[in-house]
């Protein structure tokens, strides 16, 4: 796109913005600080690098076979350096705990050490991108239904173990780059069908949590995710909404918000204000659910735009971490990196384009008309031009065409695998 064309359009768009209170400059100024952590795992269809690695389990489900999937570590950290082109700014990687480099050797959940995350660490500061880490409870043997709170002590220890030995990760990984690494907790524990025991689960998770938090670190942070209910797991999800917001607002810990995990006409950005008067900080997995938590692409749909407005609107930027999760094996994986990553950005650069002075100023005298009508108009000012802007100052390509960058990567790389 026309270099000349884009200023023309910005300095337009500085005008009207100027006009309802709002400085695109000092948006811009925050976008560059505005960090998404990417996901490793729509690389590879949550494979992971394990040895011993089995089929996907912890109801969730990559569909789709669209040729070019990561084979391997250097396919996806290939992968992830290609995506990360075409999005502005400098982000984060998310690592699960099943992406650990392991030399070929097999490597139990409850074995795993800081030095499996090494070369990935090397690898983060090499490249400008920043750790954060997940711990894994699916896709194993002892999985199950029931892991932290399965009362089988043998199985609930084992993955007592994995949980703890993946805060010495994080730890080490926050140490390195001199910021702490946010670790999310995710199991998938449920029930298929009616339990008669669902304070039993859940005392036991507790306990768990409990142990495994009994260490405290300085440079990582915990999030705690919940969930409405895994395929397979429908009637009963142990670690559900409740559940995690009662013992994160006890013991202090992050609540991890994955846009996916609850029922389909909850707001999940009415969350937001509620819970950061009781927990520290918030963690999010933005998603796309369709019909249930199908992880489709992020796009710039009314519930993400309403996510980041309510973020913004809280003056809570500083207190969320940006995290992606959705993987779409069914069509291009770095086009759904780019689409879903720029699609939060886009979000995150209308939610703070907002004239919310004017809009406060209308609510506060009563003006409930003036603070719809401009509301309304809100959405027709040329934010894409500031958007534009934005990614023609970080040299990536502006607008569509990404496309065509994304084909050449697949018709050169991709598609040879
Ligand atoms: C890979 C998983 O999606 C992820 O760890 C978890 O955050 C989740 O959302 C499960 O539904
Ligand atoms: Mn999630």
Redesign the pocket.
Known sequence: MKEELINKAYEIAKERYAAVGVDTEKVMETMQNFHLSLHCWQADDVTGFEVQAGSLTGGIQATGNYPGKARNIDELRADILKAASYIPGTHRLNLHEIYGDFQGKVVDRDEVEPEHFKSWIEWGKENNMKLDFNSTSFSHPKSGDLSLSNPDEGIRNFWIEHTKRCRAVAEEMGKAQGDPCIM?L?VHDGSKDITVNRMKYRALLKDSLDQIFATEYKNMKDCI?S?VFGIGLESYTVGSNDFYIGYGAKNNKMI?L?T??FHPTESVADKVSSLLLYVPELML?V?RPVRWDSDHVTIMDDPTMDLFSEIVRCNALDRVHY?L?YFDASINRIGAYVIGSRAAQKCMVRALLEPIAKLREYEANGQGFQRLALLEEEKALPWNAVWDMFCLKNNVPVGEEFIAEVEKYEAEVTSKR
């Open positions: 999310n995710w995710e969930k991890t994955d996916g995990h997995h998603s995290g999760d």
